[in-house]
Nanobody
Framework: QVPLVESGGGLVLPGGSLKLSCAAS????????VGWFRQAPGEERQFVAA????????YYADSVKGRFTISRDVAKNTVALQMNNLKPEDTAVYYC????????????????????WGQGTQVTVSS
């Protein structure tokens, strides 16, 4: 098991920023494919961004390109999601997820592709 724990959610004004963090307990992220998803009430879980740690490759949903950045912190063994210029439609519960190796390269946007999930952290963008 790769327990994943998200942190950093909260309430922010439109145009503001938040940084989410995903920590892996008991195992390094270095061999995993790590993704962020979000789910708004009444909607399906939606792909946001992904990171392949071993080759430093990133993928983004079109709706967040240019506003969100996914990155790693080797020392802390975490994957972060920096969210800038937030909009009300970004409001959702954000989930960190991981795929164990081996995995195919390229954007993996289906929740069914992922083996491990965190408990989620709420992000609310509202004035």
């Amino acid at each position: 098991q790769v327990p994943l724990v998200e942190s950093g959610g909260g309430l922010v004004l439109p145009g503001g920023s938040l940084k989410l963090s995903c920590a892996a307990s008991g195992r390094t992220f270095s061999s995993y494919y790590v993704g962020w998803f979000r789910q708004a009430p009444g909607e399906e879980r939606q792909f946001v961004a992904a990171y392949i740690w071993s080759i430093s490759t990133t993928y983004y949903a079109d709706s967040v390109k240019g506003r969100f950045t996914i990155s790693r912190d080797v020392a802390k063994n975490t994957v972060a999601l920096q969210m800038n210029n937030l909009k009300p439609e970004d409001t959702a519960v954000y989930y960190c997820a991981a795929i164990r190796p081996p995995f195919r390269l390229g954007p993996q946007t289906s929740p069914d592709d992922y083996d491990y999930w965190g408990q989620g952290t709420q992000v609310t963008v509202s004035s």
